[in-house]
């Protein structure tokens, strides 16, 4: 089955404390990409990856890192996570179309983060 | 500044009740016009994508319309389990690889 799935679902962790969040596509997707959803204020990209070794800020990138060593992994670090950055955060991947650019998007379950 | 506004923000419908929902985007240099559907607690699912004024794209009872400035989604005869939140992306032709999100509009559609 055709899927993105993220790891953990849920996590609840003090400020200051790492974490990483895991994403994995198994549709040999170029394109993978984070968001985090907060009410009023939808859905913002954080960053994304055009392939592997090429990521890119997106919207909303500080206080993130990511990184794309393997084509089917985008884990998010928090290195200090902080109150704001409680959110909903979803993963997606796409494939490239002729032009390079990516087309519908296939989201993960979403990871619900609180800090504390 | 918001670049994508969606509207409403909260929508009831009566089953069979048609209706239409509105993506505006401020923008300039669309390259493409995204539709999701998202339920509670799931990850939005992929819908339609349109790319240039006067396309229109249909799937049951979904029919989605693009203009210059915005773009429709028209809802004929909704059934409850239409009830969802539809987000609208854009995707613009000088950062053809971001994509930017209204909020969305929640719909429900009561038996």
């Known amino acids: 089955e055709a899927q993105v799935t993220q790891n953990p679902r849920y996590l609840i962790t003090v400020t200051g404390k790492k974490l990483t969040v895991t994403c994995s596509q198994n549709m040999n997707h170029e394109y993978m990409s984070w968001y985090r959803q907060d009410p009023g204020l939808g859905l913002r990209q954080i960053y994304y990856s055009m392939n592997v070794e090429v990521t890119d800020k997106g919207d909303v990138p500080e206080g993130y890192k990511v990184s794309r060593k393997e084509k089917r992994n985008f884990p998010l670090i928090l290195e200090s996570p902080s109150p704001n950055q409680t959110s909903l955060y979803f993963c997606?991947?796409?494939?490239?179309?002729?032009?390079?650019?990516?087309?519908?998007?296939?989201f993960g379950p979403g990871t619900r983060l609180t800090v504390t | 500044e918001d670049q994508v506004t969606q509207s409403p923000e909260a929508l009831r419908l009566q089953e069979g009740e048609s209706s239409s929902l509105n993506c505006s985007y401020t923008?300039?240099?669309?390259?493409?016009l995204f539709w999701y559907r998202q339920d509670p607690g799931k990850g939005p699912e992929f819908l339609f994508t349109?790319?240039?004024a006067g396309e229109e794209k249909e799937k049951e009872r979904l029919k989605a319309t693009l203009t210059k400035k915005e773009s429709f989604l028209h809802i004929t005869a909704p059934k409850p389990e239409d009830s969802a939140t539809y987000l609208c992306?854009?995707?613009?032709?000088?950062?053809?690889?971001?994509?930017?999100f209204g909020t969305g509009t929640s719909l429900t559609v009561i038996p």
């Open positions: 997606a991947s796409s494939y490239l179309v002729v032009q390079g650019f990516p087309y519908e998007q296939y």
């Open positions: 923008v300039s240099g669309l390259r493409g």
């Open positions: 992306a854009v995707q613009l032709i000088l950062t053809g690889n971001q994509f930017y």
């Open positions: 349109l790319y240039s």
